[in-house]
Nanobody, 125 residues
Framework: QVQLVESGGGLVQAGGSLRLSCSAS????????MGWFRQAPGREREFVAA????????YYADSVRGRFTISRDNAKNTVYLQMNSLKPEDTAAYYC??????????????????WGQGTQVTVSS
């Protein structure tokens, strides 16, 4: 089993920044990609960003590319999402997820097997 716990969400004004963290515990010895997804009220879950185990490959949704940066520290079993130039449309619950062992970093939620409980990000205009 793997447990994922997100933190760092909150309320921020448009144009501001937040840094989300996702700490993993349990059986974390695999070479897994990690991803961030988000879900706003009344909307379907959408992909935000993903990163390979080594950190050398990253992948972003068009809506956040250039504003968000995903990174990871494998020594700390932690993945980060730095969010800059936040917009009201970024308001959502943000979830981190661990990809299955054979999956590359990507946008398909079916290729992720463990999910955190989420952290709320609210951007005011």
């Amino acid at each position: 089993q793997v447990q994922l716990v997100e933190s760092g969400g909150g309320l921020v004004q448009a144009g501001g920044s937040l840094r989300l963290s996702c700490s993993a515990s349990g059986r974390t010895s695999g070479l897994n990609a990690m991803g961030w997804f988000r879900q706003a009220p009344g909307r379907e879950r959408e992909f935000v960003a993903a990163i390979s185990w080594s950190g050398s490959v990253t992948y972003y949704a068009d809506s956040v590319r250039g504003r968000f940066t995903i990174s990871r520290d494998n020594a700390k079993n932690t993945v980060y999402l730095q969010m800059n130039s936040l917009k009201p449309e970024d308001t959502a619950a943000y979830y981190c997820a661990r990809a299955t062992p054979s999956a590359p970093p990507g946008a398909n939620p079916d290729e992720y097997d463990y999910w955190g409980q989420g952290t709320q990000v609210t951007v005011s205009s």
